[in-house]
C-alpha cells in the first residue's frame, strides 16, 4: 500500500487494499474484502465493510457506512456485493447496502454526489453523475438513472425506476416509474413537467427539448391513457435518441409509469 496514510487509531484489515494516495481518517474502520483505486479520502468514523470494490478518487465524510450487508430478511450469510466507480462523494451518515444474494449486486456509477443520510438499498443500480439531497432514499431493487437528482426527503418504493435526467421534489413519495427527463413530485408522486433546467444544463439541444415537451404533452396532457400515448408519439414524433429513450423506459416498465 505504497503512499497510503493511515491515521493510528484507524482500523484496516490486512485484507483490505488500498490504492496509492489513499488517506484513511481517524477511528475508520475497513474490514477486509474492501477494494479502495487510488487518491480515496476517508474522513474520520467511516466503516467500509466488504466485499465492496470502489474506484479512484471516492469521498467519504463523516459517519457514513458503505457495504453493510443487506437489510432484507431473506439473506443468508453469504459473501454478496457492492461495486462503485470514481470520483463519488458520500456525506456524512450515507449508508449503502450489498446485495442480498451472491448473483446479484448493488452497483454505483461514478460522479455521484450522495447527501447526508442518503441512503442506497440493496440490489440498487445507480448511474453515474446523480445528485442525492439530504434524506434520499432507495429501497431495494430500485434503478436510478444517469444525471437524475433526488429531492431532498424522497422515498422510492422498491423495485421502482427513474430514468436519466429526472428530478424528484422534496418528500416526493414514488411508488411507480418516474420516466427520463420529467419532474415528479408529491405524495403519492405526480408528474409536474420536464426537467428543463436540467437539460439546459446537460447540453440538450433545443430540437430535442422540444420533442421531449411534446412527448410530456401527449401522455400527461391529452386524454390519451398510456397505451394510446405511446401510439400517438410513435405515429407523430421523430425516433430520436430522446423519445426512443422515452419509449424504451415506458415499454419497459413493470410498475407502470408515474402519472
Known amino acids: 500500500m505504497s503512499d497510503v496514510q493511515i491515521h493510528p487509531t484507524a482500523i484496516v484489515h490486512p485484507a483490505a487494499e488500498l490504492g496509492p494516495g489513499t488517506i484513511v481518517g481517524p477511528y475508520c474502520i ?8 487510488p487518491e480515496c479520502w476517508l474522513q474520520h468514523h467511516v466503516t ?13 465524510y463523516a459517519y457514513c457506512s458503505i457495504g453493510q450487508q443487506t437489510q432484507d430478511l431473506k439473506y443468508r450469510g453469504e459473501p454478496t456485493y457492492l461495486e462503485i466507480g470514481d470520483e463519488n462523494t458520500f456525506r456524512e451518515f450515507v449508508t449503502v447496502n ?6 446479484g449486486k448493488t452497483g454505483i456509477g461514478s460522479c455521484g454526489n450522495f447527501l447526508a443520510y442518503s441512503h442506497i438499498g440493496h440490489d440498487c443500480t445507480v448511474g ?9 432514499t432507495l429501497a431495494g431493487h430500485v434503478q436510478i438513472g ?6 431532498g426527503l424522497t422515498a ?15 418528500c416526493s413519495k414514488i411508488v411507480q416509474d418516474v420516466p427520463p427527463f420529467m419532474i415528479a413530485d408529491g405524495n403519492p408522486a405526480e408528474i409536474r413537467g420536464i426537467n428543463l433546467v436540467g437539460l439546459e444544463r446537460n447540453g440538450f ?3 430535442s427539448v422540444k ?18 400515448a405511446v401510439e400517438a408519439i410513435q405515429k407523430e414524433l421523430p425516433a430520436n435518441p430522446e423519445i426512443t429513450q422515452i419509449l424504451e423506459f415506458i415499454a419497459a416498465s413493470e410498475r407502470g409509469i408515474t402519472r
Not at 48 to 60: D, E, S, Y
Not at 146 to 151: D, E
Open 98 to 103: 450489498r446485495s442480498t444474494t451472491a448473483e
Open 48 to 60: 467500509l465493510c466488504g466485499p465492496t470494490r470502489a474506484g479512484a478518487r471516492n469521498r467519504f
Open 146 to 151: 444517469n444525471g437524475a437528482i433526488m429531492g
Open 30 to 37: 475497513i474490514e477486509a474484502g474492501v477494494v479502495l483505486g
Open 211 to 228: 420533442w421531449i415537451k411534446e412527448a410530456f404533452r401527449l401522455i400527461y396532457r391529452s386524454k390519451y391513457n398510456t397505451r394510446q
Open 156 to 170: 422510492v418504493h422498491q423495485f421502482c425506476r427513474i430514468g436519466n435526467f429526472a428530478i424528484t421534489g422534496g
Open 128 to 136: 453515474d453523475s446523480v445528485v442525492f439531497s439530504n434524506n434520499g
Open 205 to 207: 439541444a433545443p430540437e
